[in-house]
């Protein structure tokens, strides 16, 4: 149980407005803030937040509360896990008059694991070579925490030997349950990164192959302190020179952010593995800093740019996109000695919205009247989703970068023969998070492909196609920019195929006995094999290989 005292002392150092900020976006109107309110659907902001009174109340659908009520309410969690949560969020140690909580010995795992890896790594010269190859110094090592982790038995005896639970290391996300039984290390064989919250706790950590393993990095999983979602690398670290200079660097990797602190560039940070989100937004609109998207110039960071851009245009942020020459990235070209290059690319980067623009009227053969009108329609939905003012700004942009009269982007005209929007139904929806999660994650592809077939799509077979052969069309990235499409992990890929592939031979089993090219043999055979085989060996969660 909680100690009373700790819960009146933890309630002394929260800020309502901090917390809930961290869930969603909110922004200053007079004396109070105000957000759309998070638990009912609404376009005009009723949600008000009082940093005086230290409560929230929305006028649309009559919740209300202080802020420990809004993690509740919000995660779905019950008084001690909201408190639990909060304390977590601001690095503050609750005291018990009974036992300890999960999260605190979760934590206690967290920190005496990482002071482990800490010390693992001055013993293992491959690392440490890595990372001065890599032009990592020792202040940055230190300063970052970096360690490293071998063969899982090595985390297991340490746990042991410091009688530290399983269990509770397993709620940590240091160690894995196997099937049969028993535990093992998540991460093995890697440089580790410790992950910390914005407020400065560690949640968990990243990891990179020094084995060529097939996934280079690796993250925790999820837990209650680990949402990659909602946290960025180095964060912590970087908050007061992003509050100080009005600006925040966000890149690719752990490498990166360590290389840009290392020259002096102390506002970056970087996402976990995934690409930015909307549950970013409120930590990145924290002392509303000027972003910097500074990604590297291939295909994957020019599509990651140009998703990042267009979602944070569309949320109201003022930025620019730097993309990095050649093949390099930020983290090379600081380790050879090109700091004032870095710093002359970042400061000349190319605003948000041109960016956008023209990246969506390159993926067009404008030259091509029907691929023009499809540019055109895509450009101006994008406008028409700004602020009025920021759109007249830019509809001169677009009318140049495309070649067509400014007069087409008035508010009234109507685009003919637009591309068409996903169809959101269930089963599509299902579909097509499957296929834009191979488009992410192409690691998975090798995964499943034995398991599905172009055929199997329906309508969307073409496009399937075009992923597994990595094409590049204006309908993937229409895909890949589409927020309502979700990326899944691969637990829950597997688990949408099964369920995909359960429909699917549900649907064959209904036509096997009307298909008259088959004979009376063939269709009890294949009845039975999927009645008897098929269909519950993908009930219980496992894929099937594709087979007639």
Same mark, same amino acid.
């Given at each position: 149980m909680i100690d009373n005292a700790s819960i009146e002392q933890l309630k002394n150092n929260m800020d309502i407005v901090d917390i809930i900020s961290n869930y969603i976006?909110?922004?200053?109107?007079?004396?109070?803030?105000?957000?759309?309110?998070?638990?009912?659907?609404?376009?005009?902001?009723?949600?008000?937040?009082? *940093?005086?009174? @230290?409560?929230?109340?929305?006028?649309?659908?009559?919740? %209300? !509360?202080?802020a420990i009520k809004f993690v509740q309410e919000y995660e779905k969690l019950n008084y001690p896990e909201a408190l639990e949560k909060i304390a977590s969020m601001l690095n503050f140690s609750l005291a018990y008059t009974q036992g300890t909580s999960d999260n605190n010995d979760a934590r206690r795992v967290l920190e005496?694991?990482?002071?482990?890896?800490?010390?693992?790594?001055?013993?293992?010269?491959?690392?440490?070579?890595?990372?001065?190859?890599?032009?990592?110094?020792?202040?940055?090592?230190?300063?970052?925490?970096?360690?490293?982790?071998?063969a899982s038995h090595t985390l297991m005896n340490f746990l042991s030997q410091n009688m530290l639970s399983l *269990?509770?290391? @397993?709620?940590a996300g240091v160690?894995?349950?196997?099937? %049969? !039984?028993?535990?093992?290390a998540r991460l093995t064989e890697r440089i580790t990164f410790p992950i910390y919250s914005a407020s400065g706790a560690i949640v968990g950590f990243g990891g990179r192959t020094i084995t060529n393993h097939p996934a280079k990095y690796i993250n925790s999983p999820q837990t209650k302190m680990f949402n990659k979602s909602r946290l960025l690398y180095g964060y912590a670290k970087a908050k007061e020179s992003i509050y100080k200079n009005k600006k925040l660097i966000v890149c690719e990797g752990y490498l990166d952010v360590i290389m840009f602190h290392q020259a002096g560039f102390c506002e970056a940070v970087a996402t976990l593995g995934t690409a930015l989100t909307q549950e970013h937004l409120p930590l990145l609109r924290k002392g509303e800093p000027h972003i910097i998207l500074a990604y590297d110039g291939d295909k994957a960071g020019v599509a990651a740019a140009l998703k990042a851009a267009t979602m944070l245009t569309g949320s109201g942020f003022d930025g620019s996109v730097v993309l990095f020459p050649d093949g390099q990235d930020p983290a090379d070209m600081i380790a050879v000695g090109q700091v004032q290059e870095v710093a002359n690319l970042l400061r000349n980067g190319q605003a948000l919205i041109p960016f956008v623009i023209e990246m969506m009227g390159k993926a067009y053969d404008l030259n091509n009247p029907r691929q023009k009108e499809l540019a055109f329609a895509e450009v101006k939905s994008y406008l028409d989703g700004l602020s009025p003012i920021i759109r007249e700004a830019y509809v001169s942009h677009a009318s140049t970068v495309l070649g067509v009269n400014i007069a087409l982007f008035g508010q009234n005209v109507k685009v003919e023969n637009t591309p068409s929007r996903f169809d959101a139904s269930k089963d599509n929806m299902g579909l097509l998070n499957i296929i834009k999660t191979l488009m992410e994650k192409r690691e998975l592809i090798d995964e499943v492909v034995?398991?599905?077939?172009?055929?199997?799509?329906?309508?969307?077979?073409?496009?399937?196609?075009?992923?597994?052969?990595?094409?590049?069309?204006?309908?993937m990235r229409s895909l890949l920019l589409d927020d309502t499409v979700k990326v899944l992990s691969k637990e829950q890929l597997i688990r949408e195929l099964c369920s995909f592939l359960y429909i699917f031979y549900e649907?064959?089993?209904?036509?096997?006995?009307?298909?008259?090219?088959?004979?009376?043999?063939?269709?009890?055979?294949?009845?039975?094999?999927?009645?008897?085989?098929?269909?519950?060996?993908?009930?219980?969660?496992?894929?099937?290989?594709?087979?007639?």
């Open positions: 976006e909110v922004k200053k109107a007079g004396a109070n803030f105000k957000a759309n309110c998070p638990f009912h659907g609404e376009k005009t902001p009723s949600f008000v937040i009082s *940093p005086a009174k @230290q409560i929230y109340h929305c006028f649309g659908c009559g919740v %209300g !509360g202080d005496q694991v990482q002071n482990w890896y800490a010390k693992n790594l001055d013993s293992h010269s491959i690392s440490l070579a890595y990372l001065r190859k890599r032009g990592i110094t020792q202040q940055s090592i230190e300063t970052f925490g970096i360690g490293y982790v071998g *269990p509770t290391a @397993q709620e160690v894995a349950q196997r099937d %049969g !039984g028993g535990f093992y034995n398991f599905i077939e172009p055929s199997m799509f329906g309508k969307y077979d073409a496009l399937f196609t075009a992923v597994i052969q990595n094409e590049d069309n204006p309908t649907q064959k089993v209904k036509r096997i006995p009307l298909d008259n090219s088959l004979t009376l043999l063939k269709k009890t055979f294949l009845l039975r094999k999927l009645r008897g085989d098929i269909l519950p060996r993908l009930k219980r969660g496992e894929l099937v290989t594709y087979g007639f």
